[in-house]
């Protein structure tokens, strides 16, 4: 059955497409398998490789969002030290990505003699070959505008070509086999999710951030909040130089029906809103809660928003931005 895919790989080669299967298994002997010690359990190397213009770029970009330390352009001759380096880092570097690619030049030559090593008989490894059509590769390099590696001085035509055939070894040891010609980025991001995804590195991260508008609004935030609708302790001599961490500030902030309404609608909003964007696969979700100068009411419905999701099991972070911009002389340090 391998031996039927390779070979039906190798003729699309030839004819210059890519396989009609976007997605292809070819190297099952090269996977960790059960009997393998602790320590092929733990460690989890992925080469990605294949045509320039294929995607190589934005599948790195996803499985660095997994938590893999992606390492780009290394050398052939160097994998096999890099990755024993790697699996006695104490457990440090457990999830590697290199991208191997014919930007190495000559030295490219060696990358397939490298991979039938004893060194690398002894790492298990997964191999992902990024491919797309001739006509995709054209367009992606007509949009961008850069040279092909192989044809700085001729046509993308050529350098694709050259490529093809530079390519033929590696692409026959391929793992997965994805073609992307007709991909959108989401559809891959969901198909790296898909075969490289972990329980840990799916959980899309949540930060939880007060701000005051008077410093200017957090340019990384997806959702802002405005809550100088809500009562402002600022007016009131006693709480004016106390944050709303303080139990007094934050009673007081609570106890207005306008207050708790607005929880009532935000807690709504969040358990309708975020499991969708975890669905749609996005790695964080900044929330920008704003007051005036962010000491009070920002303070206080940002602690509100963190205990929400973290009481729901999300990985969150709370963050005060501006708070100690202002005249604060009472704060409580929150556990977060």
Partial sequence: MAEEKRGAGEAALKNKTPGAEHETAMRADKLPTEAAGEQEKDFRLVIVTGMSGGGKTQACRYLEDLGYFCVDNLPPVFIPKFVELCRHSGGHVGKVVLVVDTRSRVVFDTFVSV??????????????????????????????????PLAPSSRITDGIAKE??????????????????????????DKIHRIFGTTEGEQMSINVLSFGFKFGMPLDADMVLDVR??????????????????????????????????????????????????????????????????????????????????GRGYPVKLEHRDLMKNDVEEHVREEC
């Avoid at 991979?115 to 059509?133: I, V």
């Avoid at 093809?164 to 991001?189: C, G, H, M, Q």
């Fill in 229 to 310: 609708f809500l009562p402002n302790p600022f007016y009131i001599e006693s709480m004016r130089h106390k944050s709303g961490t303080v139990p007094e500030v934050a009673a007081y902030i609570q106890k207005w029906p306008v207050t708790q309404e607005f929880e009532k609608r935000l807690d709504a909003l969040l358990d309708f809103l975020v499991p969708q964007y975890v669905k749609e696969g996005k790695s964080q979700f900044v929330i920008a809660v704003g007051c005036t100068g962010g000491m009070h009411r920002s303070v206080f419905i940002a602690k509100h928003i963190f205990d929400r999701l973290s």
């Fill in 164 to 189: 093809r055939e530079r390519l033929a070894p590696v692409r026959a040891k391929a793992t997965y086999i994805v073609d992307t010609s007709d991909l959108r980025k989401a559809d891959l991001r």
């Fill in 115 to 148: 991979l039938d090593t004893r060194d690398m008989d002894d790492m298990p490894y997964e191999m992902r070959f990024m491919d797309a059509s001739d006509a995709a590769i054209i367009r992606r390099y007509k949009e961008t505008r850069r040279r092909h």
